[in-house]
């Protein structure tokens, strides 16, 4: 049973970093099998993918245009998780967040961030 | 505005069938494998359909899945008043590098 656990501040000031954590059990994050993704959904409820990594021999990591230049996800081995981080926020980044496993499913609590200072 | 366009709300009664839809392009749809999630009332979506047609272990066979072109289905049958929820499709999108989903459609049990 895949479970993901997320961890990090649910409220971040306009301008600066989000970073979110996600940690794996039942699974690793280095798995030649699956991908690790962030997904975001809106307050008005529309989900919007963020970004993944994956490891194929080595690491890849794919980010979704909308927020590129901002984002980084990184996977961290030692202690098998991966995370996420936002720069330069705005209230249009408020959202809850979630970390997912592809395939098979397996989401995160999610987590609610608001921007505001 | 989604990349993949679904009917915002859909309805049916107890014991009966609903379908949703879902329509997508050539460089989604068209080309990858649909999934579907249910995302009931404050709670992270869950997987119900996966590879346009599979159903994760632990999903009724009540929901099924199904593609065609650039289009794809879910159908529940044996409407239940526990079925009422958000569902979405989503698909990788090879044009966009990403996951892409539908605006999500949100079934009511009269």
């Known amino acids: 049973q895949i479970q993901l656990q997320q961890s990090g501040p649910g409220l971040v000031k306009p301008s600066q970093t989000l970073s979110l954590t996600c940690a794996i059990s039942?699974?690793?994050?280095?798995?030649?099998?699956?991908?690790w993704n962030w997904i975001r959904q809106s307050p008005s409820g529309g989900l919007e993918w963020l970004g993944r990594?994956?490891?194929?021999?080595?690491?890849?990591?794919d980010y979704a245009v909308s927020v590129k230049g901002r984002i980084t996800i990184n996977p961290d081995t030692s202690k098998n998780q991966f995370s996420l981080q936002l720069n330069s926020v705005t209230p249009e980044d408020t959202a809850v967040y979630y970390c997912?496993?592809?395939?098979?499913?397996?989401w995160g609590q999610g987590t609610l961030v608001t921007v505001s200072s | 505005q989604s990349v993949l366009t679904q009917p915002p709300s859909a309805s049916g009664t107890p014991g009966q069938r609903v379908t949703i839809s879902c329509s997508g392009s050539?460089?989604?749809?068209?080309?990858?494998?649909v999934n579907w999630y249910q995302q009931l009332p404050g709670t992270a979506p869950k997987l119900l359909i996966y590879?346009?047609?599979q159903r994760p272990s632990g999903v009724p066979d009540r929901f099924s899945g199904s593609k065609s072109g650039t289009s794809a289905s879910l159908a529940i049958s044996g409407l239940q008043s526990e079925d009422e929820a958000d569902y979405y499709c989503?698909?990788?999108?090879?044009?966009?590098?990403?996951?892409?989903f539908g605006g999500g459609t949100k079934l009511t049990v009269l």
């Open positions: 997912t496993r592809e395939p098979g499913g397996g």
């Open positions: 039942g699974d690793t994050v280095s798995s030649n099998s699956a991908a």
């Open positions: 990594t994956y490891f194929r021999s080595k690491w890849h990591t």
């Open positions: 590879n346009n047609n």
């Open positions: 989503a698909a990788w999108d090879d044009s966009l590098k990403g996951w892409v």
């Open positions: 050539s460089s989604n749809i068209g080309r990858n494998t």
